[in-house]
């Protein structure tokens, strides 16, 4: 029988455990954590324009990579030179969910060769000879003796068939706790903590095909997210050690309001002791891809344009309203054919088709998103002709409120597709919105400056975020299985500043100074420690608190 997680015959569904019981009598169900599970339905059970029984929030979302040397900038050179710390994250984990690595770079080799990574969940290879893991119940785990024995092979992947085509993990994980290579004048920030990776499997072609995404899209969705985040929390669990869990990635999907099933996961892990986990802020800031506007009493209707590029046939837009607000929307196409929709309902959805163009949109008006009480509009376009869009909203109940609208994230869409009247602020990703863990956006070391394109805050609940900026322009990171090069985005600046928390977890867990440190008190650590400068007022939408500077950290502690 084929893996239904692999199989495209299913959808991978996100299910509250509350309603479990509800779903058909043998419908597969894995258990994630005590508030949400993950349920495989059978496709042609899903109304794609409807959604039939599900709920918005129940489609797992779609995640793009944050990261196309500085360790002197956020203080972590000091504190490996200064002998009362002598800091290299000895006995700490690192968790590294992402693309993969390449196990044989000798960034994560010990100076014997032998591997520094402790196992290897990879998602896309199938092994019918492995034992079925029902906690993890697709995919290939790897051991550290097996990686071990690969290595002392001419040809390691015939062993351990485990890679990374894309790169981006080994670059993250190299940033974060690459060992010291002085002839290539390279070092991680913890280059002695040991990883533990999950690569991630793309996202399947059904679910693409949901969201109206393009089937070559490079991109992750949320249940294997979820699934490889348990895989990792348990290890760490098992080996009770400190972790450091490294997010690298994000989507503009969602409310970005700290309310999605994984910023909810990563919040509550946020909470237990001796673990901490740093997520990028995305590199949305930049993009256009943000929209919002003030809807306001005695104004009955307003409007926002959007251009279409010309490659980007197939995308979904989504809008955003508070609870006491509701609007009708009307859409002109850049042929000047309108569409009208109607009031809101709940599960409303209607299916749109043009005259003068091939052009179809599938628009669900759902009153309420069942995390969060809000009322969303989703547009999903296919086909979708290029040019200039207008979309008129309706304010029904004559309110005063916000609206906000956010395309894709990353490369699900070009940069030919952005709002005309874009607003950079809110454009902080999920889950770099969950209020919990370490946000980190991204400055330039050689300029000072913020970088363009990292994420804007706060949240749409005004929550802070980003929390902290970190280098995150041009860093030196493995490529390949023995070179390297250089990674820019604020995913690489959330794996320089897990390196540095990786420090800290250090001092506090593993050398007894604090044991039972959460990651939540490790923000407030980092928070205080953190570089600012006296004409600047924090926290703020580009910088939140600061930069950060972990040898600042143990400054504020001693004074």
Not at 100 to 113: E, T, V
Not at 241 to 253: D, E, H, N
Not at 304 to 319: P, R, Y
Request: contains cysteine; aromatic residues 10%; glycine residues 8%.
């Amino acid at each position: 029988m084929a893996n239904k997680f692999i199989s495209e015959d299913y959808m991978d569904i996100i299910i509250p455990n509350r309603l479990v019981d509800t779903l058909e009598s043998g419908t597969s169900v894995t258990y994630v954590n005590s508030k949400h599970s993950i349920a495989n339905i059978p496709r042609d059970r899903i109304d794609f324009c409807t959604l039939g029984i599900f709920n918005y929030s129940n489609f797992p979302s779609l995640f793009t990579l944050d990261a196309s040397i500085a360790l002197e900038q956020i203080g972590v050179n000091k504190i490996q030179t200064n002998p009362n710390f002598s800091l290299f994250g000895t006995g700490t984990l690192i968790g590294i969910l992402d693309s993969g690595i390449n196990y044989q770079h000798p960034a994560f080799l010990y100076s014997d060769k032998s591997t520094r990574i402790y196992t290897i969940w990879d998602q896309t290879i199938t092994d019918e000879n492995a034992p079925v893991n029902e906690d993890f119940p697709y995919g290939t785990i790897y051991s550290r003796e097996e990686i071990n024995r690969a290595l002392k092979v001419p040809n390691p992947l015939e062993v351990v068939p485990t890679d990374d085509e894309i790169g981006h993990g080994t670059a993250i994980a190299g940033i974060a706790a690459g060992s010291i290579d002085e002839s290539n004048n390279f070092a991680g920030a913890a280059p002695l903590s040991e990883f533990v990776v999950v690569k991630m499997k793309q996202a399947k072609t059904v679910t693409k095909q949901f969201f109206s995404v393009p089937e070559n899209a490079i991109c992750y969705q949320e249940t294997d997210v979820m699934l490889g985040i348990k895989f990792i929390e348990s290890i760490a669990r098992e080996l009770n050690r400190p972790l450091v869990l490294c997010i690298a990635f994000g989507t503009s999907q969602g409310p970005h309001d700290s309310l999605g099933s994984t910023s909810t996961y990563l919040g509550n892990i946020t909470s237990l002791p001796k673990t901490c986990v740093v997520v990028s802020a995305g590199n949305e800031g930049n993009s256009q891809r943000h929209f919002s506007d003030n809807i306001r009493t005695g104004i009955p209707y307003a409007e926002f344009e959007l251009v279409v590029g010309a490659n980007d046939k197939d995308f979904f837009m989504e809008i955003w309203l508070e609870p006491i607000q509701r609007i009708s929307l009307e859409i002109t196409s850049p042929s000047g054919e309108k569409i009208s929709n109607t009031n809101p309902a709940i599960r409303q959805s209607r299916r749109y088709s043009f005259v003068f163009s091939p052009t179809v949109i599938c628009i669900n008006n759902i009153a309420t998103v069942s995390e969060t009480g809000t009322q969303l509009v989703w547009l999903r376009f296919e086909n979708a002709q290029s040019g200039q869009w207008r979309f008129r909203y309706n304010n029904i109940d004559n309110t005063t409120s916000v609206i906000n609208v956010w395309l894709p994230s990353g490369d699900l869409i070009s940069t030919n597709t952005h709002f005309l009247l874009a607003d950079p602020e809110t454009t902080v990703t999920s889950p770099g919105d969950s209020v919990a863990p370490v946000t980190i956006g991204s400055y330039n070391t050689l300029e000072g400056g913020i970088s363009y394109f990292s994420g804007i805050g706060y949240t749409r609940k005004g929550e802070v975020k980003p929390d902290l900026a970190a280098p995150g322009t041009d860093l030196i990171a493995p490529s390949g299985n023995t070179g390297y090069s250089v990674a820019t985005g604020t995913g690489a600046a959330a794996a320089i500043t897990s390196g540095a928390v990786a420090l800290l977890m250090e001092w506090a867990v593993v050398r007894g100074n604090y044991t039972t440190i959460t990651g939540r008190e490790v923000k407030t650590l980092l928070i205080r420690g953190a570089s600012r400068d006296p004409n600047v007022e924090y926290p703020n939408r580009f910088w939140g608190y600061g930069k950060v500077d972990i040898y600042g950290v143990f400054e504020k502690l001693i004074i």
